[in-house]
């Protein structure tokens, strides 16, 4: 009865508005489903374009800086850098007179008993904190030396890992392979599911005695079985875990869209596409696929955290990436392990984890709700 | 008694109610301020198309409207404000003093209760004491409403009752505590007449016995002029006429409430000249449906929907399929059609089609086409208009460029009365009326030489229905089609078809002429229905 209410007149536009864009305005006009939407291309964006704009890659090793915690300070800070200097020039045996850093140089003046090998400048090179370090000036027939160069200051915002290497670098590229494996894993899931679920359902019969007995089958393999058996068989690799993980979330999608077929089955305009004489196939894929796609793509949000989950504890069983690759789950793992010496490992990554999941349920139930705006 | 009933204060009187529905489009206005009274033991039909707020008028008072909606004004029941009232205290009118029935017995009943449970439940929740205690007056209730053999019946559940017993029950459970005002929202549009004419009996004589007021919502006219004594017709949320049954009928003041009285369908349709060749017939049709044992019961038994039919389809004819719901006469119609698997020799023109398969099947579908009954579930609601209604097209002609097909689409809407500016917009932002011609545009545009109607009016207002009747037998004279017009209207059929086929059980009950069936039945049932029908609308 409002229905009818609501429906616009027809005179008023000549473009109609599809289910589809309907759906989307009620989904902008969603606030939480708006702001999680707005969260993923914030982290999608710090994953993916981030590495562009940092100057560390993911596997360099920071040999001078092993877990450090945060700082928004540069490293090395004024008296870290004096405490390595002292490092360096006890490893040169040599002793330091004077230190000090003005800008972006510092100079140094060591004094030795005997003279110094001018090459002493290299003990500082080989120090992270300094780069480029020349001999300024020679005195006393080389016993004292001033030396100068840059000192090498790196920005740790998250801190470093227990191996020296840049935690938000290594962040990013947890959030580019879970982002990763979430969507493709999910894509490969929606395609075999959709597919199998619309022809099973739609055929009936025998066909989809058949059909959906097969899905019972494998429902109960046990997961880590099947993943064991195929790295076994195919060894471990990145498109592996898009397999594994794609086939195993199909099932349940498959289900669902073989229940949503039954009912459409018996929707009058499927007959009617009969009456046209349309082919199996062509019915499927003109009426059948088309319709299902309200509760797919509200399934495919809940499949996505399903999925990085699933990663995640394919990683900590050793099972997923392999290091020097690495996923949020994995990186969760190793915060975990360290949790008390150097908790930032942990925090970090299970921050961008958790706010992908929290956004992506948000953006879920924003679906839901646009498309089905009738069963609140 | 109208004297007396106009003396008598109103039981239950609407003042200025507003009810309007927050929606994400902007809020949208159902009911535009309407007044009414319900003065006790009255008959008062509500009447008006769908999308009237005849509905909503009554759900704002019960407190019932859905979460969205917001009712405002007055509705006092003996001198209590109901709007606004908070829920326990409306408890104690609704249900009690002011009760409903609905349109779908089907689902209005719980499937897990026994009846008799469910019925104790609103005496039990309204006057205390238990489900033991008032097992006696269920027990009368159910005899009240004639349900036979009660004390069998009291531990059936639902789904063992017809629509008819269903609906019995639905008033049984609105009677349990004597109510002053019962609500009946089009309690009989979803039941076959001659169970509509039972319980409309049914309801007249329980008035009778219990003195109270019916507030009957209704598009249905021909109930309203026969059962109601005041009438209140309302359109797009306001009440456009209102009085007594016989001066509202006799002369209507309202141009839309004449429009509403005359949309009855009527002209005839000539019979085809004698030697028309048969386009369409199917001989000694036979329907089985399977019935699965299930899991552990091996065999499976076997339902017989049409059970040795024989129809022939003159070129230029509309033969009307006449019967009740589960006569069998939809199996029928997709039986010629050769849509559902069944036995019996086919043809279509001079082609014998028995023995063809979905494949053989396929050159001829354009020619013998099928319009279905529920102009909303028959539109892909993911396709545009012109999508759907060119789809036959994509098959039967694949050869056809975009913008000839384009052109098609075009020529199709213009054939059925629509703006070909619709091509490109969605099915649900079209009304039902609308609807219904999209489906006869994607029957139409392969230029088929037979069509199947099944129930093309019934989900449609009477005034809608007498368009698209016009629209039908339009087309029919300007393509010499040939219409297989299946319903359960016998007005519509009447105003369709020029020769009828009346259907029980399968079988094949009565045919002949029109005019023959409709004066001087012979068969016993077509006279109960025709009864039936034409009592009710007289």
Known sequence: ?376 | MTEETKAMEPILSVRDLKVSFTTPDGDVNAVKGIDLDVRPGETLAVVGESGSGKSQTMMGIMGLLAANGTVTGSATYRGQEMVGLDPKALNAIRGAKITMIFQEPMTSLDPLYPIGKQIAEVIVHHRGGTQKAARPRVLELLKLVGIPDPERRIDSYPHEMSGGQRQRIMIAMALANEPDILIADEPTTALDVTIQAQILKLLRDLQKRFDMAIVLITHDLGIVRHFAERVVVMRRGEVVEQGATGELFETPKADYTRMLIEAEPSGRKAAPPDNAPIILEGRNVVVDYRIDGGLLKKRASTFRAVDDVTISLHEGQTIGVVGESGSGKSTLGRALLRLIASEGAYRFGRTDISGLDRAGMRPLRRSMQLVFQDPYGSLSPRQTVGEIITEGLYVHEPQLSRAERDKRAIEALKEVGLDPAARNRYPHEFSGGQRQRIAIARAMILKPQAVVLDEPTSALDRSVQGQVIELLRDLQARYGLSYVFISHDLSVVRAMSDYVVVMKDGRIVEEGPTDAIFSAPRAAYTRTLIGAAYNIAP
Request: net charge neutral; aromatic share 10%.
């Open chain 1, 1 to 376: 009865m409002t229905d009818a209410a609501v429906s616009p007149s027809p005179a008023a536009e000549v473009k109609g508005r599809s289910l589809f864009q309907l759906a989307l305005l009620r989904f902008r006009r969603n606030r939480p489903a708006m702001a999680g939407s707005v969260m993923l291309v914030l982290i999608a964006c710090f994953s993916f374009l981030g590495p562009f704009v940092i100057s560390h890659s993911y596997d360099q090793v920071f040999s001078s800086y092993v877990t450090t915690p945060p700082n928004l300070e540069p490293r090395p800070g004024a008296d870290a850098l004096e405490e390595a200097t002292k490092r360096v020039a006890a490893r040169a045996r040599v002793e330091l007179q004077s230190f000090s850093v003005e800008g972006e140089t510092f100079t140094a003046v060591v004094t030795a008993r005997d003279p110094i090998d001018p090459r002493a400048a290299r003990y500082f090179d080989r120090a992270n904190e300094f780069d480029k370090t020349e001999v300024a000036a020679s005195e006393d027939d080389g016993r004292k030396l001033t030396l100068t160069g840059v000192v090498d200051r790196e920005y740790f915002l998250f801190g470093t890992d227990t191996n020296g290497r840049d935690l938000m670098a290594r962040v990013m590229l947890g959030g580019q392979i879970s982002i990763a494996v979430g969507l493709l894993a999910s894509l490969v899931s929606l395609g075999i599911g959709v597919v199998y679920g619309a022809i099973s359902g739609y055929m009936g019969g025998r066909i989809d005695n058949v059909m959906m007995r097969f899905v019972e089958i494998l429902y109960s393999l046990p997961f880590v079985f099947l993943v064991v058996v195929l790295v076994v068989f195919f060894g471990r690799s990145f498109v592996l875990i898009f397999i594994v993980i794609g086939a195993v979330e199909w099932l349940d999608m498959a289900r669902i869209v073989r229940g949503q077929t039954l009912s459409l089955k018996r929707r009058e305009f499927i007959g009617a596409a009969e009456a046209l004489g349309l082919t199996d196939w062509q019915i499927i894929r003109r009426h059948v696929i088309p319709n299902t796609i309200g509760p797919v793509v509200i399934f495919i949000t809940v499949i996505v955290p399903k999925v990085i989950l699933l990663e995640s504890f394919l990683s900590f069983l050793g099972l997923g990436v392999q290091a020097p690759l690495t996923s949020w789950g994995s990186l969760i793992a190793e915060g975990a392990n360290n949790m008390q010496s150097a908790p930032w490992l942990l925090v970090f990554p299970a921050i961008f984890f958790v706010v992908t999941l929290f956004s992506l349920n948000f953006v879920g139930d924003g679906l839901r709700d646009a498309f089905d705006p009738k069963d609140r």
